[in-house]
């Protein structure tokens, strides 16, 4: 059998230098670990533009749709700023999103025990948080229709639609039930029920596929505006949550800044199964490009290895591996190794970004 195979789309800004640490980790594995990944490189984004005058090629799309993973840098940055929404880096990554069909976003919260002070609340209420939101991500509010700014009676009305088909649902609610049965067994579904038509037909057809096909995965259901208090009071209490897209938005992102810094956090983007079985799958962290630091050694290379570590987990069933790689960043975290972004001003000599990378090598060594 052929090895897995993984796209590299590094794209602009720090995500080539974020990146190179990612390689450095695929090419242990395979020395280390016996686990070797065909890997193949594009351009997206602004270097696509750059070479091709579009920000994704369609044989980089091609390439796409046919490889087990993909992992995505970053886009942007100032110089594409004056570009037609067109061909701006952004709509790379936006049709990669659409054409493999990705209606999955995993976006976890975890905070590792050496960054529990970084958190804006209190350290009991974060410690050991592990908590895995799955946003829709392909339909909703921000694709409904109709849409758009009309005049009426003499003044503009701005109109977006919610739509859910049952399918639609069906299919993100799948995800999280067997994304709960890898993990802490629990779903809480959120939606506003109470206000939206779309929110009712959510809560039932979650509600029958853990009925009929995930009876023993413990279902709960709870009002987006109240889930989003809860996240705040006590985070613990969630496993898995299943939500919409513009719900997972603004849940997502808030529950990632429980866990600190914008450089630590990882995504997912999961599809419907391929013939080996596998689901179309791309991995990002979820910063942009930083042109503030680019080309500076300073970005943080974490959020973008935890999303190789998802690749690990949920596109090769390597959940093993991908324990190890974690737990040899929870390890370089407790030694007090820190990028600038994971420093206050009096903390102390931040690493390079190529140093961090080293001393997780290290710790992967030391794993052995
Ligand atoms: P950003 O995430 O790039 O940066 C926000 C802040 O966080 C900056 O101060 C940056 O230095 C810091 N930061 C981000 N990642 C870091 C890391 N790994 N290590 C250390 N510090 C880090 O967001 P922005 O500044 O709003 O956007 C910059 C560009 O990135 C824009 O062109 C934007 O469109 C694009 N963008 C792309 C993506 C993506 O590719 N998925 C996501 C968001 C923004």
């Known amino acids: 059998m052929s090895n897995p195979s993984i796209l590299i789309l590094a794209g602009d800004g720090i995500g080539p230098e974020v ?29 696509a533009y750059d070479a091709h005058g579009t920000p994704l090629t369609d044989a980089t799309m091609d390439k796409a749709q046919n490889v087990d993973a993909v992992l995505l840098g970053a886009v942007g940055g100032p110089k594409y700023d004056v570009l037609d929404f067109s061909v701006k880096p952004e709509r790379g990554l936006l049709r990669l999103r659409k054409e493999m069909d990705l209606f999955a976003n995993l976006r976890p919260a975890q905070c590792f025990d050496a ?18 939101i799955v946003r829709e991500l392909t339909s909703g509010i921000y694709f409904g229709e109709p849409r758009g700014i009309i005049v009426e009676n003499n003044e503009r009305v701005g109109i977006n639609t919610q739509r859910y088909t049952e399918s639609e649902i069906e299919r993100v609610a799948r995800s999280a039930f067997e994304l709960a049965k890898r993990r802490g067994n629990k779903v809480c579904s959120m939606e506003k029920a109470n206000v939206m038509e779309s929110g009712i037909l959510w809560r039932e057809v979650v509600q029958k596929i853990h009925d009929e096909e995930y009876p023993e995965v413990e279902l709960s259901h709870m009002y987006a505006d109240a889930g989003a208090m809860q996240l705040c009071r ?11 897209n513009l719900f997972g938005d603004l849940l997502s992102d808030a529950a990632a800044m429980l866990t600190g810094s914008l450089g630590m956090l990882p995504s997912a983007s999961l599809g419907a199964p391929m013939a080996n079985g596998r689901p179309k799958a791309m991995y990002e962290p979820v910063h942009g490009s930083a042109p503030d630091i680019a080309g500076e050694g300073k970005a943080n290379p974490i959020a973008c290895i935890l999303s190789f570590s998802m690749a690990l987990r949920y596109s090769f069933d390597l959940g093993a591996e991908a324990d190890r790689l974690e737990a040899a960043v929870e390890k370089v975290l407790a030694d007090g190794v820190r990028t600038a972004d994971l420093l206050g001003p009096e903390d102390g000599t931040p690493v390079s970004t190529s140093e961090m990378g080293d001393k997780i090598i290290a710790a992967l060594d030391a794993s052995l």
Do not use: C, H, N, Y
Not at 20 to 32: C, M, N, P, Q, S
Not at 115 to 132: E, H, P, Q, R, T
Not at 234 to 244: A, E, G, M, N, R
């Open 19 to 47: 990146m190179d640490e990612v390689k450095k980790i695929i090419t242990w594995f395979g020395a280390k670990r016996d686990l070797a990944f065909d890997v193949s490189e594009d351009l997206v984004g602004g270097a």
């Open 234 to 244: 006590w985070p613990k209490q969630f496993d898995v949550i299943v939500t919409d």
């Open 115 to 132: 960054l529990a002070d970084f958190s804006s609340l209190k350290k009991d209420v974060v410690a050991g948080l592990d908590i895995m």
